[in-house]
């Protein structure tokens, strides 16, 4: 049966979940899989909502098979993290999105959903800015996270992930990050979990490891392909400008 299926006994209050579905530059897939390390975090729940593939993931060192997409907990925190291993289709966006969010909604969740904006030219450190769905903006302000400062839009899966909440009024929040629009970039991540993640969930965690990713991929980055295989439409989600429509 197509849902969320929780497998572990965990005391979690009212949870606050941070989305990380692969898009450009990987920065929420990076700063989430960060944070179940980082953390600890406890495998929690299947999600085998309907268009998603079904696979059997396998981890270097284990024996158990998983699902693609996961839910992972820290009940110390309060946390969850949506961890994938795959992109979610366009076909299959809208119906994961109301998946997804129905549960969300029942059982008094609120999500941080990450977006990275591609750029080549972008600041350093990256600019970090934030926005909400169900009215939550005065939190944003409360950290002092920048509103945007241009319009545009979030699409692919999290873009339906961040729909599906705007129609239910279902409160949270949208962090946008610059990024580098061809390559995998933790120094985004890191500012996402530092600036972002970390002020909205109220928890600490160390960044030293990104920073060193940062480095590497700084060194390599010339022997890097020229040419990167793209995601399929929107599988990949991403920020865009608004300005070709105005």
């Not at 390390?37 to 729940?45: F, G, S, V």
């Not at 992109?87 to 008094?108: H, I, R, Y």
């Not at 965690?205 to 392909?225: C, G, I, K, S, Y």
Request: negative net charge; charged residues 25%; proline residues 8%.
């Amino acid at each position: 049966m197509a849902g969320i299926t929780v497998h572990a006994d965990l005391d979690l209050q009212s949870p606050t979940l941070v989305e990380g579905l692969p898009g450009v530059g990987l920065v929420g897939k990076i700063a989430t899989d960060h944070l179940v390390e980082e953390l600890d975090m406890t495998y929690y729940a299947s999600v085998e909502c309907e268009g998603l593939p079904r696979l059997g993931v396998y981890a270097e060192g284990e024996r158990d098979v998983q699902p693609p997409v996961r839910l992972y907990a820290d009940a110390a925190n309060d946390l969850l993290a949506l961890q994938s291993d795959v992109p979610v289709s366009p076909q299959a966006a809208p119906a994961f999105a109301d998946c997804v969010t129905g549960w969300l909604d029942a059982e008094n969740v609120t999500p941080v959903y990450i977006s990275g904006l591609g750029t080549e030219e972008r600041a350093t450190p990256p600019e970090l800015f934030g926005v909400a769905t169900g009215g939550t903006g005065d939190r944003l302000d409360d950290l002092d996270l920048a509103t945007p400062s241009e319009r545009g839009a979030i699409s692919g899966p999290t873009g339906a992930l961040v729909a599906a909440a705007t129609e239910r009024s279902l409160p949270g929040f949208g962090l946008v990050v610059e990024t580098n629009p061809q390559f995998p970039d933790p120094e985004a991540a890191r500012v996402l979990i530092e600036d972002g993640v970390g002020p909205l969930a109220g928890v600490e965690v160390d960044t030293d490891a990104l920073v060193e990713q940062a480095e590497d991929v700084q060194a390599q980055r010339e022997q890097l392909a020229k040419k990167l295989q793209e995601a399929e439409g929107d599988a990949s989600s991403e920020a865009k400008p608004l300005r070709m429509y105005q």
